[in-house]
């Protein structure tokens, strides 16, 4: 039997021994105890919610490769996001980019290149020259970058990693952890989806045709719902990846560190994700109909505040028990000015049968300021006169 249908057939179990039902907050993750991966550590999660489903020694610091290229990718969509650079911008070339070993485009000093096809290089071809030329770009140096990082790092709270330089070329310190690998790639996921279009291209070309990319990520072609995100290789790390899927709502990360080979590293990221898919759905509650979408106020400038509803949403169960959630809404009749934006008046309360999983408050989307004497003046003053 080969190993993507013993893979196969190992989730196929899993998905029957399964827990019942559960929400995010109640799911405990499945370990080496039920099933093992041919790689040092892994994990998997849903990148939703970042529930925990699956983990391997999860928190071992190691090198990641290329993998590193997720926090550069990171920065630099953040950077673009604050319109501090563009897509059109001309990357220059440095002597230091330019001497970059490993996967590269061979970039050459003082040659000028568009971010957008700089990007092209790093999410397809893994090119450590053009992720040092990026890191550059943003940050003015690798080492201011990677300083940057590693800030940006802490804020995450990716409290295994530690970054020595933008590309992830084996080096002394530069360590991170699969928990911490999966939180970078969430957060890429979750707010930068534009990444999608760079590393879901299977082959492109830079330089009018003369350089070929071809994609790392071999699961493009083989795995349903890909959607990315980043594989890498060297000496030290072994062969990895950060791997993200989705199917029917559900969105899935699964992280493999320390594979021995190109195939061990996509086989366990394949029965991660099937495991994921196999056992787990991302269940969206609906709020009740005629729930409203303000509430009256007595006694203020305004006679009604709008309502900011920050739940229901999706919910991730054990597949086959979402017709156990049901949504109620409390609320008061109506406020009493004065109304603060942001103010907690009500809340939404999610149940599986009669078990209350989830609470979550009903907030005030604007202010309402209490009438003033001056205010009921001005309009007794507009009454007489109209």
Known sequence: MNKRAAAFLLCLALAFACAPAALAQGIVPATVTDFDLPC????LIDEDTGTVLYEKNADEQRPIASITKVMTLLLTFEALEAGKISLDDFVPVSEHAYGMGGSQIWLEPGEQMTLDDMLKAICISSANDAAVAVAEYVGGSEDAFVAM???????????????????????????STARDVAAMSREMLLNHTEV???????????RGGETQLVNTNKLLKSYQGITGLKTGTTGKAGVCISASAQRDGLSLIAVVLGSASGQDRFDAATTLLDYGFA?????????????????????????????????????????????????EVQLPAGLTAPVEEGQSVGTVKIYSGEEEVSSTPILAAGNVAARSFGFCLVRLAQALIL
């Open 149 to 175: 990082m590693n800030e940006r790092a802490a804020t995450l709270g990716m409290t295994g990693t530690h970054f020595e330089n933008a590309c992830g070329l084996d080096e002394d310190g530069h360590l």
């Open 279 to 327: 056992c787990y759905e991302s269940v969206e509650v609906p709020l009740p109909d005629g729930t409203p979408d303000t509430l009256p106020v007595s006694r203020g400038e305004e006679e009604t505040v709008e309502l900011s509803y920050t739940a229901p949403g999706r919910y991730l169960m054990v597949k086959g028990d979402q017709a156990e959630l049901r949504c």
């Open 196 to 206: 999608e279009d760079y590393c879901m291209i299977w082959m492109d070309s830079l």
């Open 40 to 43: 040092q550590a892994a994990i």
